[in-house]
């Protein structure tokens, strides 16, 4: 079955300490990306990845890193997690980064942090 | 700047019921508009996409229609379901760089409750 999945989909932690949120497509896409979901405020990009070791910054990187060092895998560092990063994270994939190629989106990962 | 602005922001109907939800845009240049369905708990799901010569793109009981000029879509569904309960997200691409990378910008979304 295609799909992107996300690990955790829920975690709850305290400020400063470093957490990963993997991300990873089986659908040999070549475009990624991570976003984060709060209330009234739409989906915001993080970062996004058009390829294999080709990462670049969306609207709201600070305290974000990311890699792709494969071209399934896609994942989200928080360094130095702070209570301002308490939010829904999703990981979206696609085919290409233009055109109409619609996203497909991971079920979220639910961060929490105290 | 480049927005997308969604009305209503929520929305109860009767199970049987149709409904319109609304999208307006100020991207430019524009490259196309897309909707997702959001299930609570779940990634949004592509439902409709829809090109800038593209007015009405359906989707079984979904209904897509875009309005180039004004910068306006709507998605209407058609005897609602209460499998609809949802939240309901206009997304628009910007045509800047066509063959790279299409920026997104994502609306707040409508929420829609469909109750028996």
């Known amino acids: 079955e295609a799909q992107v999945t996300q690990n955790p989909r829920y975690l709850i932690t305290v400020t400063g300490k470093k957490l990963t949120v993997t991300c990873s497509q089986n659908m040999n896409h070549e475009y990624m990306s991570w976003y984060r979901q709060d209330p009234g405020l739409g989906l915001r990009q993080i970062y996004y990845?058009?390829?294999?070791?080709?990462?670049d910054k969306g609207d709201v990187p600070e305290g974000y890193k990311v890699s792709r060092k494969e071209k399934r895998n896609f994942p989200l560092i928080l360094e130095s997690p702070s209570p301002n990063q308490t939010s829904l994270y999703f990981c979206?994939?696609?085919?290409?980064?233009?055109?109409?190629?619609?996203?497909?989106f991971g079920d979220g990962t639910r961060l929490s942090i105290l | 700047k480049n927005q997308v602005e969604q009305s209503p922001q929520s929305l109860i109907i009767l199970e049987g019921k149709n409904c319109t939800l609304q999208?307006?845009?100020?991207?430019?240049?524009?490259?196309?508009l897309r909707w997702y369905k959001q299930d609570t708990g779940r990634g949004p799901v592509s439902l409709t996409i829809?090109?800038?010569?593209?007015n009405t793109k359906s989707n079984g009981r979904y209904t897509a229609t875009l309005d180039a000029d004004t910068k306006q879509s709507s998605l209407h569904i058609t005897a609602s379901q209460l499998s609809d309960s949802a939240s309901y997200i206009c997304v628009v691409s910007d045509g800047l760089q066509k063959t790279s990378y299409d920026k997104v910008i994502f609306g707040p979304g409508t929420s829609l409750s469909v109750i028996p």
């Open positions: 979206a994939s696609s085919l290409a980064a233009y055109g109409n190629q619609p996203q497909h």
């Open positions: 990845s058009m390829n294999v070791e080709v990462t």
């Open positions: 999208c307006n845009y100020t991207v430019s240049p524009f490259s196309n």
């Open positions: 829809m090109t800038f010569s593209e």
